[in-house]
């Protein structure tokens, strides 16, 4: 079992950054890749980054390829999202996700808002 809490969201100008933290909970974090998904009003929740469970391979987004950037601090059992250059398209509740890699196990956090004014 795993409990996932997200922190870090908030208002933040367009072209500004946040940074967002997820701490996970349980003794097989090293187990689970960890994600970050987002659902804006309206929309279906999409995937946004991810980073697998040794922490050598990422992948993202598309759209934020290039100005988010995923990492895990395994140590720590924590996961960041570093975002830069946020446009308004980037408004969602973030969702951090651990996921085994046959997807035997799928866990999600509550969420944290995050709001770019344009």
């Known amino acids: 079992q795993v409990q996932l809490v997200e922190s870090g969201g908030g208002l933040v100008q367009a072209g500004g950054s946040l940074r967002l933290s997820c701490a996970a909970s349980?003794?097989?974090?090293?187990?689970?890749?960890m994600g970050w998904f987002r659902q804006a009003p309206g929309k279906e929740r999409e995937f946004v980054a991810a980073?697998?469970?040794?922490?050598?391979?990422?992948n993202y987004l598309d759209s934020v390829r290039g100005r988010f950037t995923i990492s895990k601090d395994s140590s720590r059992k924590m996961v960041f999202l570093q975002m830069y250059s946020l446009i308004a398209e980037d408004t969602a509740v973030y969702y951090c996700?651990?996921?085994?890699?046959?997807?035997?196990?799928?866990?999600w956090g509550q969420g944290t808002q995050v709001t770019v004014s344009s």
């Open positions: 996700n651990a996921r085994t890699n046959d997807g035997s196990a799928d866990y």
């Open positions: 349980g003794r097989t974090f090293s187990s689970y890749a």
């Open positions: 980073v697998s469970n040794s922490g050598g391979i990422t």
